[in-house]
Each structure stands twice: as C-alpha cells, then as structure tokens.
C-alpha cells in the first residue's frame, strides 16, 4: 500500500522565481492539503484541495497557489519566491468522510524542502 | 492568544522513565486531538488520536484529555532513545472540519 509521495525532496531555487512542488496521496484517499513547515515551527495549513477544488484556506497570500488531478494527485505552486518561503513543505492525504467537526485522519507524505536563495 | 500552545522543551528524560508531554488549545469547541511525532528532517508521523475526556492507551503511549481545562497530554512509559523527537500536538481548525491547527512542537531527548 503506498504512503503519500511527494516530488522532488530537495529545491533551490533564487529569489522571484517560481515552484511546483508535486504530490500524491496514499491509496484510497481523496483529499489532498498542503502545510508549510518553517525550521522550528508547527506545520502551518495553506489549503486543502477535494473533488479538483480549493475547499480551504489559510494564511497564505495569492502567491500560493494550486491544483487537483482527476486521480487526486495535486500541485503547489508558488510565484516570485522570496527568501521567506524557504521551509519543508509538507502534503497530508485523508478520506473525505464527511465528518463535522470531527477531522479525517491525515497522513503526511516525506516532504519537499525548499531554499530560496 | 496562541490556538496551540506547547512547551519547546527540550525536555530531557532518562532512559526508562516516563516523558510527559503537555498541550493546551483555545477553542473550547474542538472535540478531536492529534499527536505527531516528528524525527530531524522527517515529516510528522500520527501516533495517536483521542476524542474523549480520560485516558486513550495504545501500547507504551497514553493520551490524556481534558476537556474542561482545554488540555491534552502524551505519557511515554519506558522511555527509548529512539523516542527523542519533537512531538507536535494538533487539533482541528474552527472554520473547517479538515483544516489542522499544529503547535509548535516539543522537543524530548532521552537519555541513556
């Protein structure tokens, strides 16, 4: 059974420049979110993507951006990098079970890390 | 106010002992709570979760709930040093039902 992956596992990139970071959930699953992990910190949400839409949002400014496959794979997307964005990031797949305020069980994949330089 | 709020530690335990770990949240409406352990450069792993006041015991882990004091904590008996790693305490967003809201974490180093 695979876990969630995620591609590539190390990034460089340079200051405005942009990145996709890929991801594919754990088998079963249909919901895809996507966490930035600064060094020291919690994961913080950046949003979640469910039936190819963007379901929820964090803190995040525009620059952040993304996307859900039919086979519900996703893509992050960040536009004119700044040194700030260098983190782990991190993509979490669950089953959608309609819970209320319950929460799906997520499961991390290995992460991505990024250095803007 | 923090939503999440844990201690950054490290917390330092000797072999064999038993490491407490502590979280406390804010909203008093959140009715599920996670524990990730996270290794050095490693994504969080859940390892437990609980949704009831009381003790929810799955082998050397105990979670424990609080509801009323908004507090959840993580007991590990028999302490290994293969337990050193930061321990994120995380429970779910206001607005959503999926969104997860992560502390800072806590950092345990076991000793030998």
């Known amino acids: 059974d695979a876990g969630v992956t995620q591609s590539p596992t190390h990034l460089i990139k340079t200051r405005g420049q942009q990145v996709t970071l890929r991801c594919s959930p754990k088998s079963g699953h249909d919901t895809v979110s996507w966490y930035q992990q600064a060094l020291g910190q919690g994961p913080q949400f950046i949003f979640q993507?469910?039936?190819?839409?963007?379901?929820q949002r964090g803190n995040f400014p525009d620059r952040f951006s993304g996307h859900q496959f039919p086979n519900y794979s996703s893509e992050l997307n960040v536009n004119a990098l700044l040194l700030g964005d260098s983190a782990l990031y991190l993509c979490?797949?669950?089953?959608?079970?309609?819970?209320?305020?319950?929460?799906?069980?997520?499961?991390f994949g290995p992460g991505t890390r990024l250095t803007v330089l | 106010q923090k939503e999440v709020e844990q201690n950054s530690g490290p917390l330092s335990v000797p072999e064999g002992a038993i490491a407490s770990l502590n979280c406390t949240y804010s909203d008093r409406g959140s009715q599920s709570f996670f524990w990730y352990r996270q290794y050095s450069g490693k994504s969080p792993e859940l390892i437990m979760f609980i949704y009831s006041n009381g003790d929810k015991e799955d082998g050397r882990f105990t979670a424990q709930l609080n509801k009323a004091s908004q507090y959840v904590s993580l007991l590990i008996r028999d302490s290994q040093p293969s337990d050193s790693a930061t321990y994120l305490c995380a429970v779910p967003g206001y607005s959503s039902a999926s969104k997860i809201i992560f502390g800072s974490g806590t950092r345990l180093s076991i000793r030998p």
């Open positions: 993507y469910y039936e190819e839409e963007e379901r």
């Open positions: 979490a797949s669950s089953f959608k079970a309609g819970g209320h305020r319950g929460t799906d069980t997520q499961y």
